[in-house]
């Protein structure tokens, strides 16, 4: 074959792409293409910090195909009408994409393969680009199981399933002159309304092998014990780049379980998490909207309580640094994470599709996989087994922010508060309260409790 396409989604890189290397082996000249969808716009899914982070991988990937003699295709439209119209211009006999897993992704490999067979052209989906283990590969025994609810018994599968080798970077991009380049666009381009985040990382797959690379040296073997650390922030931040597949998720496992230890082994856990998730929306497309398992919620909405969260402003400075950190970084500690999802779920007893998009708005790494189905699991709606459980703020404070450490990081207005004090501002009193107007809680947890347990049914 002369030419094929290959057609960049969620995978921006050139080390460990078997998309790209299927499609330099199957024809001596390759398109690389990226469509920037206007469907993903329409959808309300290019946020601001995600398009600054999407913009500067593309630069990024635009350099590494240079450096093989080759460079990013760029075009903007429908994915499938779009690249229908590439491969005509190109005379391509096959387009090569990596497989997807949301209801989105899947109707779009539909819709694109039965365009190119109209036109006596191939689709070749791959496999293992966008995860580390397909969601198909991991089965639960038993007719009609299409995949697991439960992580435990999953993580056992998937260490036996293992990963594939890795591939080596190609070393030559050929790519045919006559196809224009297009535009490389940049984050206004993408997402003309909204500032981004001031603190985002930079996007792209060199600063997310660097950042890996660096902590993996100085973090991985630490990780166990300092995952939950909140003021530590020992985490390896490496979410953006696994989202937008700067770095390969089977790269990552091959090098975290080369390392060794019990950091590499609770870190290979998360990434297995992450595969988890996956398999979940695949089998199960409207996880992404609707209770996984229906909990008969009779959710309520309090404006002024919404509004307190999504500030920062709910009275609970642990819960308040976590919300203020998104707000600056577009990223959050996974454990703080959990404990604002908790408090705007179990305690204001605020539907978590609320909270979802928010996240959404403002995450570099929102995934609908992991935002939806991490929120789904700590309203008790997804696959936890203990879906009543509450995270208190204050116990969570205690263990995971003793000295308020992290606190006083995000919350500027309790920074002279010393020691584990900050985390219960109202019961200062004289001129160490606090030195700005930190507001009273939004409700006494107690309350909120109650609250949850009255519709649950627990009382």
């Known amino acids: 074959m002369d030419v094929a396409v290959c057609l960049f989604s969620s995978d921006l890189r050139v080390h460990d792409q078997p998309v790209l290397r299927a499609a330099l082996r199957s024809a001596r000249r390759v398109v690389p293409l990226f469509v920037v969808d206007r469907g993903v716009a329409d959808a309300g899914f290019m946020a601001p910090n ?42 391509a006999g096959e387009v090569h994409l990596a497989a997807g897993v949301s209801g989105y992704a899947l109707r779009r490999e539909r819709r694109l393969a039965d365009g190119l067979a ?12 966008i995860t580390a283990v397909p969601p198909g590969a991991v089965l639960p025994s038993g007719p009609g199981r299409d995949h697991f609810a439960v992580f435990t018994p999953y993580f056992r599968r998937w260490q036996a399933e293992g990963v594939r080798a890795v591939l080596a970077a190609p070393r030559s991009v050929p790519v045919p002159d006559a196809v224009r380049s297009g535009t490389l666009p940049s984050a206004r381009d993408l997402c003309p309304d909204g500032t981004p985040s001031p603190a985002l990382p930079e ?19 630490g990780y166990q014990d ?9 985490t390896s931040r490496l979410s953006p780049y696994l989202h937008f597949g700067c770095l390969s998720p089977v790269e990552v496992v091959h090098k975290a379980t080369g390392h060794g230890g019990a950091g590499a082994e609770a870190f290979v856990r998360q990434l297995a998490w992450r595969d988890f998730h996956h398999q979940v929306l695949a ?8 209770d996984y398992r229906a909990r008969h919620d009779r959710w309520r909405y309090d404006e002024a309580e919404v509004t307190a969260w999504k500030e920062g402003r709910t009275g609970y400075p642990v819960v308040d640094a976590g919300m203020r950190q998104l707000l600056h970084e577009g990223w ?3 454990r703080a994470r959990m404990l604002v999802a908790s408090f705007l779920t179990k305690t204001l007893y605020v539907d978590w599709r609320v909270g979802a998009r928010h996240f959404l708005d403002l995450l570099v790494d929102g995934d609908v996989a992991n935002n939806q189905l991490n929120w789904q699991w700590m309203a008790g709606t997804g696959t936890d087994t203990r879906p009543n459980r509450v995270l208190n703020p204050l116990v969570q404070a205690r263990r995971f922010d003793p000295e308020g450490a992290y606190v006083r990081r995000w919350v500027p207005e309790l920074a002279g508060v010393e020691g584990a004090a900050v985390h219960r501002p109202w019961l200062l ?23 949850f347990k009255r519709a649950r049914g627990q009382e």
């Open 50 to 91: 995600r398009a600054a982070f999407l913009a500067g991988s593309l630069a990024a990937l635009d350099a590494g195909l240079r450096e093989r003699g080759g460079r990013l295709v760029i075009r903007t439209g429908d994915v499938v009408a779009e690249t229908r119209r590439l491969a005509a211009e190109a005379g």
């Open 118 to 129: 109209e036109d006596g052209r191939t689709l070749v989906v791959h496999d293992a680009v």
């Open 203 to 221: 996007g792209g797959e060199p600063a997310g092998r660097r950042r890996f690379g660096n902590w993996q040296r100085s973090g991985l073997a």
């Open 226 to 234: 300092g995952q939950d650390d909140l003021a530590g922030d020992a």
């Open 283 to 290: 089998a199960r497309h409207d996880a992404a909207h609707a």
């Open 332 to 334: 959050m500690h996974n």
């Open 429 to 451: 009193t004289g001129p160490g309260r606090a030195a700005g107007d930190y507001p009273e809680p939004v409700v006494d947890l107690s309350e909120g409790l109650l609250r």
